[in-house]
């Protein structure tokens, strides 16, 4: 087992300590990416920011957080990385340092192919055509090779997969970073990266990832003309065709790609065991029912707007016809556990006296 200096052990403690109170298990696993950042293998930290995510409330928050994006029951594959980049988004707590590494857009004089690049991730992030990655990549590739600072153009390409849930592909592009230049903020994100690529079958707040026939079988009775996922996602393509500055070439011959297909056997990832019973997915009958209590507490919020009127009335029914088939998420049956050395919660400071009373309404 490897031997570790004390500040490693100590540094772990204090993560412990702090994970145990709500709403600090992201601070306590932004501790443990530390010392994964200077220490890759250590078993301890990965396995400490797994146990965090496990924290019942954290699970809770996370589900409902993420469900205000995509219904639990949406297992298209694409929304399995929406639902990993949310929750990245929402568990980081390094982002903010990415303002003062660069400048969002990317370096300037490479910015215009860096967009290009990544208008092509989105047409698999939020159209599920997984075609746009390879074009992606080609796209960054020119970038890296004409930029005056590769080393800004890598951790911009690396950061921007990482926040749109391709963690491979963020773990590659630091990896290279980090082998040409001594660079520790890279080393930093890439340690956090590599944990959610290598974690990320078992986020215990996210449905197992499916193929769409969940989605099929939903859909088809919310609306029957609605598209299949395989009709979406060829649709999509035909659009993306259009756009583009070039048509999609394959970087690989199909039939050498046919080749690698059948020589590679299809492993089927085993599922995880998980915290959450999901058997309710297949369960779901497809009819609409009551809101999510999320859903109640904004609509209570928007009639309290006096400003227009018709503007909330408007905003309150798009809200209860778009999450008729939103299924509430149940809170845990323990109170949430708070550092009794912090000062206590006062919500006033954040929705004011008026809202204090939305969720006594329920």
Partial sequence: MPEYPEYVHKTLARAREEGQWHAAQSDAAGLCFDVLALFPD???AKELVYELFCDEWTIYDNRVAVQ???DEW???PWQQRRRLALSYRFMSRWDGKYETKMDRGGPKDVRKILD??????LGAYCLGDEECTDYAWSIFADAIHKAKDPQSTLFWIGWQYADLGFFAD???ALGELCSRFNDADARRLLAEVVWWRDNAHRIPWIPPAGDGSRYDRMIKQIDPNALTTREYIQRTRNENQKERIAPYRPSIDKQLANLFNRSIPDKKELPASTLVDWSFLDQDDGQPGELPDWAKRQIKRLERLKDDDDVSKEMIEHMIQTHKWTRNIPPPSTPPRYDPNEPPF????FLGDADLDLDDDD
Avoid: F, H, V, Y
């Avoid at 290009?116 to 991730?121: Q, R, T, Y």
């Fill in 74 to 76: 949406d297992d298209r």
């Fill in 346 to 349: 006062d919500p006033s400071e």
């Fill in 68 to 70: 205000q994006n995509i």
């Fill in 42 to 44: 250590c078993e301890e």
């Fill in 116 to 121: 290009d690049g990544k208008m092509e991730l």
């Fill in 170 to 172: 963020a773990a590659e």
